[in-house]
């Protein structure tokens, strides 16, 4: 499936949108969110999962103001989303801790 916004293309598959909604009570769609809302978020490359490709794990807050992790393969001129959950709370701490920082620095 492709979704798009005004200014990001958005790809996943659309079974394991399904499986995640049942699993974790997310969207992707309402994942995408992360990336339109133009709120910070943190991101972070994930070493761990980049053998074949590169993936970066992205914490931060959707329209249901819950923290989200969003695990993403960024392409020139798209997002493809594989997997989206609410964040752990050591996850939104991690996020608190990158928006002080950001703040401080405005």
């Not at 958005?10 to 049942?22: A, I, P, S, V, Y």
Request: hydrophobic share 40%.
């Amino acid at each position: 499936m492709a979704y798009n916004s005004p200014s990001v293309r958005f790809e996943w598959d659309e079974g394991k949108d399904e499986t995640n909604q049942r699993k974790h009570g997310v969207s992707f769609e309402e994942a995408s969110e992360l990336f339109t809302s133009g709120a910070e978020y943190l991101e972070i490359f994930d070493s761990h999962h980049s053998i074949d490709e590169d993936r970066f794990i992205c914490i931060g807050l959707i329209r249901r103001g819950v923290v989200l992790v969003v695990m993403t393969e960024p392409a020139e001129d798209c997002i493809r989303i594989i997997s989206a959950r609410w964040a752990t709370p050591r996850e939104e701490a991690l996020l608190a801790e990158y928006l002080t920082g950001v703040l401080r620095d405005d």
